[in-house]
């Protein structure tokens, strides 16, 4: 039996083109502050192709389909201080690859790789140095010319192939990204339980309380990280798009605005709810909350396969245009009719954002967003805010197992003519679609967003 892993190489290697060869790095180790690193993270390509988690490896890939690890040696010192390693001698069966040796050797082997092959593919602009490496790594093969060895006579992107591999979710990748949703989903449930339980007790409430719920969740439910920083913003700060939890007091009759989810075993998830503190909705909030979730549901509707990447943005962003105007937000004698709101970009102020991102091992997943078959189909258009001339393709027509987040959003900054119920409201609703056949599958909605049920939950 072939590894879920031997088949993404097979499949890559197969689009390597004759005498190809592909060289993908885990990621370094960073350092956090004196003998202390941040906790260590792989590079998703890499463990896209191998499942490894180990730092201090790289994969080389031919086109015939030979694989070969670098890792780290067996080192029992090392091994002491900080853990297990797997070593080169158990990797071959371990990982199912030809080869391995110690990473050790990395500047000897790589070069005896390269010799006489077509072309090099590596990530671009993903690793520092690495193009650097490769050049490194190339010269004693040109050096060694006079013998008759051949050197690469190109260069080439491995995002471009990688990226599009990605793009489109296997069954396994779904399940993870399925669970990675349902835990986030309880620690947002516990968050909110918290808020409410301790403003009825009469405590005080920080923002880093309602963070401590959600780690908590991920942790316990066997999640390795958050799958980015949780913004988790009270009242006002609701309003500042990439707020981190802070000490901010969590007030009775605001808001909260939490953005954030786990990673488990390498795949994300992304969530983002909006619950009064309290547990109750006010009049204003509750009307800019059932609107934000009314262009969230246009969005979802919009969102099967065939559809175009763009179709959940513009379709929520109708339904936003047209409830601004309902709400008094926008004042129709001065921006016009929702069709106006939308062409001159008049919702801008309060939804800077769009409504998607791919989602998968990476929170902002790679992939392209532009048709690959449309690419060149450009068009210009001025764009009503900034005067700038926008140069746009046709985006991305969805498939089945593509992934991407829904998430729109409206923040009301106080200003002129925006009425004074509404300032410092800030709220967005997130969740993560798989898309299928038909429509697509919600993966997030462990925790409510009906208004009702987030009252409810927020009872006991
Ligand atoms: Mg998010
Ligand atoms: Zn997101």
């Given at each position: 039996m072939t590894s879920l892993y031997a088949q993404r190489r097979a499949r890559l290697a197969a689009q390597l083109g004759p005498g190809g060869i592909a060289i993908i790095p885990t990621a370094p180790v960073a350092a956090r502050n004196r003998d202390s690193d941040f906790p260590y993270r792989h590079d998703s390509y890499f463990y896209y192709l191998t499942g490894f988690a180990e730092p201090g490896a790289c994969l080389v890939l031919t086109s015939e389909g030979e694989a070969t690890l670098l890792c780290q040696p067996k080192d029992l010192e090392r091994e002491i201080w900080d853990g297990y390693r797997l070593g080169p001698q158990?990797?071959?069966?371990?990982?199912?690859?030809?080869?391995?040796?110690p990473s050790t050797e990395i500047d000897t082997r790589l070069p005896r790789l390269l010799e006489n092959r077509?072309?090099?593919?590596?990530?671009?602009?993903?690793?520092?140095?690495?193009?650097?490496?490769v050049e490194a790594w190339l010269a004693p093969v040109r050096a060694r010319s006079r013998m008759g060895v051949l050197c690469p006579a190109r260069q080439d992107d491995l995002c471009t192939l990688l990226d599009e591999m990605r793009l489109v979710k296997d069954a396994h990748e779904q399940d993870l990204i399925r669970r990675a949703?349902?835990?986030?989903?309880?620690?947002?449930?516990?968050?909110?339980?918290?808020?409410?339980?301790?403003?009825?007790?009469?405590e005080d409430v920080r923002e880093y309380h309602l963070d401590a719920e959600l780690l908590h969740a991920f942790r316990d439910a066997g999640s390795?990280?958050?799958?980015y920083t949780s913004i988790v913003a009270a009242g006002a700060n609701a309003c500042v798009l990439h707020y981190r939890a802070g000490d901010t007091p969590v007030r009775a009759g605001e808001l909260v605005l939490i953005d954030a989810a786990c990673e488990l075993d390498g795949y994300a998830s992304d969530i983002t709810r909006t619950f009064p503190a309290d547990g109750r909705f006010r009049g204003p909030q509750r009307a800019l909350y059932e609107l934000v979730l009314a262009s969230q549901q246009a969005a979802i509707?919009?969102?099967?396969?065939?559809?175009?990447?763009?179709?959940?943005?513009?379709?929520?962003?109708?339904?936003?245009?047209?409830?601004?105007?309902?709400?008094?937000?926008?004042?129709?004698?001065?921006?016009?009719?929702?069709?106006?709101?939308?062409?001159?970009?008049?919702?801008f102020p309060f939804y800077m954002h769009r409504t998607s991102h791919w989602m998968g091992m990476d929170v902002h997943d790679c992939g392209s967003y532009v048709e690959p078959s449309e690419q060149d189909q450009t068009s210009e258009h001025q764009d009503?805010?900034?005067?700038?001339?926008?140069?746009?393709?046709?985006?991305?027509?969805?498939?089945?197992?593509?992934?991407?987040?829904?998430e729109p959003g409206i923040y009301v900054r106080p200003a002129e003519g925006v009425p004074e119920r509404f300032h410092h409201i800030g709220i967005r609703i997130e969740d993560d679609a798989i898309v299928t056949a038909e429509g697509c599958e919600l993966v997030t909605r462990g925790v409510p967003v009906e208004p009702d049920a987030i009252e409810a939950l927020m009872r006991d």
């Open positions: 158990a990797a071959i069966e371990a990982l199912g690859v030809d080869a391995a040796y077509a072309t090099v593919w590596f990530p671009f602009a993903t690793h520092a140095g690495l193009a650097a490496r949703g349902a835990i986030s989903a309880r620690g947002h449930i516990r968050a909110m339980r918290r808020s409410s339980r301790m403003l009825r007790a009469g390795q990280f958050p799958a509707a919009a969102t099967r396969a065939g559809q175009r990447f763009d179709a959940p943005h513009d379709a929520a962003v109708a339904v936003l245009a047209q409830g601004m105007l309902d709400l008094g937000l926008l004042d129709a004698d001065k921006v016009g009719s929702a069709q106006d709101v939308i062409a001159q970009r008049a919702y009503p805010l900034t005067g700038q001339t926008v140069t746009r393709r046709p985006s991305r027509i969805l498939r089945p197992g593509m992934v991407l987040t829904l």
